[in-house]
């Protein structure tokens, strides 16, 4: 059986092997301190059966083995920050991409306005707001650009894209935040006047059509104006929106068939 020894005696047998306290990076004191009130609650050291020495070299491979498992738990949670980040930033970029998705959906490409779909969905949403809460209704003025196959011919269609890009800025400096601006289709675009009536607004359509009388483009030295075609629709929260819609298309056609154009 294994002999205990008392605090003297190691501390004595400690201090002529220094090779013991430098393997243990410690004083003979200091380990002799640690003996009484840490490592003797073994029972393997009260039993007998284990001496200081086997209990000091147990304590320091539980030390290795602690520093080992917490290395390894802080390389897992650098890791897991690592994943985190990088689900973050993935999920990020798929945003973006639904956001870009979306705008195309809703957003002529070329022109910057909102497209047929999203005109006709915001035209329901503000009939139905007008009657919900018993509001006035609005006017629909849509136009068409007649000269895009003579400037298409003649010039190319970059020219054509010009024309709709200087048409599109000149719309969109006629409305309010409370109206809207769209391209219908190549040649057709149109706005939405919200609250208001064709009496309150004949003064601002007139207005505007002096404006857009004097849209032209200078391509190659030549000028070239707009030609467009206008229809006109009032409408109050009793119509629905498609009847509106139908209302203001028919009058452009009838207007495009018996040439009334404003020469931009």
Do not use: W
């Amino acid at each position: 059986m294994v002999r205990n020894l008392s605090r003297e005696e190691f501390e004595k047998y400690v201090k002529i092997n220094p090779a013991i306290l430098k393997r243990f990076g410690t004083t003979a004191e200091k380990m002799a301190a640690f003996i009484p009130m840490e490592l003797t609650r073994e029972q393997d050291f009260i039993d007998g059966d284990k001496d200081i020495f086997d209990l000091l070299n147990g304590s320091q491979l539980k030390s290795a083995e602690l520093a080992e498992s917490i290395g390894s738990t802080l390389a897992l949670l650098k890791r897991s920050g690592q994943m985190l980040q990088q689900a973050e930033d993935k999920i990020l970029a798929q945003q973006e991409r639904l956001d870009t998705l979306e705008n195309i959906a809703y957003v002529d490409e070329e022109s910057g306005l909102l497209n047929r779909r999203a005109f006709i969905a915001q035209l329901k949403r503000e009939v139905a707001r007008a009657e919900r809460n018993k509001e006035e209704g609005g006017l629909i003025v849509m136009f068409n650009l007649e000269n895009t196959t003579k400037i298409r011919k003649n010039h190319g269609k970059d020219a054509v894209k010009t024309a709709v890009r200087l048409l599109a800025k000149a719309l969109q400096g006629e409305i309010r935040d409370c109206d809207y601006a769209a391209r219908l289709s190549d040649e057709e675009f149109v706005i939405l006047f919200t609250k208001t009536d064709m009496g309150r607004a004949l003064t601002r359509l007139q207005n505007m059509a002096l404006r857009l009388n004097k849209l032209s483009l200078l391509i190659d030295g030549e000028e070239i104006n707009l030609n467009l075609s206008l229809g006109l629709k009032s409408y109050n929260p009793s119509e629905s929106a498609e009847d509106i819609f139908a209302a203001v298309s028919g009058d452009l056609n009838r207007n495009r068939k018996t040439g009334k154009t404003t020469k931009a």
